[in-house]
């Protein structure tokens, strides 16, 4: 079954600190993988996808199948990034998106 | 261009009784979805939708049904609510190649 684990429910940082949000994924097949990002009072949005392979205000977000992990950083956070961020995983073939149970950033000044 | 619409935006149920979320879509998707979202779970998915006139259940679609009425609309019916559904509902939709576009959510109260 395919699963997505966020193990952090809540993530505080320091503007200018580096920030790192945790995502892990149990898939045997080729996963596609995403972030969202619901900021307050907002509807759920896309921040990036694995095959864009884009850095989205300053997040980037990295493949890694063989620790099967798709963490999202940042190296300078700011204090407009605090949201609620989702990773979330589509399997190959598959119109369902599993999300993890998402990370609470907050970004004090 | 709405996106997607979600009606109506909060609601409070007795247990027992029953109710109807409405979503519709302009953005001429196949796929449209309804999701959970409660604290500490995340987004669970209830139902989806692959094109018009499929349905198909998702993580947790007990105590929900779905109606896929055109390729605009994809409703969400509770029968008989029940304290567990108090939740936040969101609608979504999907074209080919594309992200996920979400509604702005419901916010249900079953007492």
């Known amino acids: 079954a395919q699963r997505v684990t966020q193990p952090e429910k809540l993530l505080s940082v320091f503007k200018g600190a580096p920030v790192e949000l945790k995502c892990n994924y149990s898939?045997?097949?080729?996963?596609?993988l995403f972030w969202y990002v619901q900021y307050s009072r907002q509807r759920l949005q896309l921040l990036l996808r694995?095959?864009s392979r884009e850095s989205i205000k300053g997040f980037t977000a990295d493949l890694n199948k063989g620790e099967t992990s798709f963490h999202l950083k940042k190296p300078f956070a700011q204090e407009e990034d605090s949201a609620m961020y989702y990773c979330?995983?589509?399997?190959?073939?598959?119109?369902?998106?599993?999300f993890g149970s998402g990370t609470r950033l907050l970004v004090r000044p | 261009n709405a996106g997607v619409t979600q009606t109506p935006k909060f609601q409070v149920l007795k247990t027992g009784q029953s109710m109807t979320l409405q979503c519709a879509q302009d953005?001429?998707?196949?796929?449209m979805y309804w999701y959970r979202q409660d604290p500490g779970m995340g987004l669970r998915l209830i139902y989806y939708s692959a094109s018009e006139g499929t349905t198909d259940k998702g993580e947790v679609p007990n105590g929900y049904n779905v109606s896929r009425l055109n390729k605009r609309e994809f409703s969400l019916r509770l029968e008989s609510a029940a304290p567990s559904q108090t939740s936040v509902y969101f609608c979504?939709?999907?074209?080919?190649?594309?992200?996920?576009?979400f509604g702005n959510g419901t916010r249900l109260t079953v007492t």
């Open positions: 979504a939709c999907q074209g080919n190649n594309s992200p996920l576009h």
């Open positions: 694995h095959i």
């Open positions: 898939y045997s097949g080729s996963p596609e």
């Open positions: 979330a995983l589509r399997a190959d073939s598959s119109y369902k998106l599993i």
């Open positions: 953005m001429n998707h196949n796929s």
